[in-house]
């Protein structure tokens, strides 16, 4: 399944679930519920769960979890991760100076910083470890890649805290939950190959202080939307909805890859 990366929230993948998720009993189905135990992330989650099962059938991850995927693919995958993860580290930093208190900022700088080094230096050794196919030239942002971060980084710096907070949110919970899937299916492989090429990167994003780290996230999204108004809770959803739809595309034009128009 090959998919065009949305220019504006109308355009690109579908995203059925715009009627679906929480429900309080309301005509709209929008969130008025408390936003205590989770309350609020939960409804994103929900609201987008057509995508996220689509992000669970995705061929390249099927075949990262079953280690059938071309090497390639994967390669394709990691240098565009680390063009991804320069451009998130901006937009985690942003969030940290529009941050509310000094212990919200604390973690999005740090988070910002691991984004910056320590896992680009393992997406570096990934690259340059000689374990996947070498590239002629340097890689250029893929169209998924340069939409992604350019949204990340435009919301972060220009709507509210809160939403940029939301926009950033899918990339920690996603990646926690696929990465948690991929270390059990991925189980036999490495038993059987622990140099396999994608261990590393399955074992980082199931490693517990990732887990941890968007866990601290998603009570962080929490926290914004209880002290947000209407309007900046739909933007909320808004941005965590197209955040999401770029991770699906992010992943599937890995193996699915959408060259740019030649210039």
């Not at 989770?38 to 769960?49: A, I, S």
């Not at 509310?100 to 910056?116: E, G, I, L, R, V």
């Not at 169209?143 to 809160?162: D, M």
């Not at 920690?172 to 696929?178: C, G, S």
Request: aromatic share 10%; glycine share 8%.
């Amino acid at each position: 399944m090959v998919l065009r990366a949305p220019v504006t929230e109308s355009e690109g993948f579908t995203d059925v679930t715009e009627s679906e998720g929480f429900t309080d009993g309301t005509e709209s189905g929008g969130f008025t519920g408390g936003t205590e135990s989770g309350g609020f992330t939960e409804y994103l989650w929900d609201r987008t769960k057509t995508l996220r099962v689509a992000i669970d059938d995705l061929e390249f991850l099927r075949r990262l979890g079953d280690g059938t995927l071309p090497l390639e693919a994967f390669r394709t995958y990691v240098e565009q991760d680390s063009l991804y993860l320069a451009g998130y580290s901006k937009a985690l930093a942003i969030l940290a100076s529009k941050s509310p208190d000094p212990q919200t900022a604390a973690f999005w700088a740090n988070s910002s910083a691991a984004a910056a080094t320590v896992e680009t230096a393992l997406h570096a050794d990934l690259l340059e470890g000689g374990l996947l196919p070498p590239r002629a030239g340097e890689p250029e942002p893929s169209q998924a890649c340069l939409g992604y971060v350019s949204y990340l980084i435009a919301t972060a710096a220009t709507q509210p805290y809160a939403v940029g907070a939301a926009a950033a949110l899918p990339c920690f919970w996603i990646y926690a939950d696929v990465g948690r899937g991929l270390a059990a299916s991925a189980a036999e492989v490495l038993a059987a190959d622990p140099g396999h090429p994608y261990a590393q990167w399955v074992t980082t994003y199931d490693a517990e202080e990732f887990q941890q780290s968007a866990a601290t996230a998603r009570s962080l999204v929490d926290a914004a939307a209880e002290v947000a108004g209407e309007a900046e809770r739909d933007a909320m959803v808004t941005a965590f909805t197209v955040a999401t739809r770029y991770e699906l595309l992010f992943w599937d034009t890995a193996l699915n890859t959408q060259p740019w128009p030649a210039s």
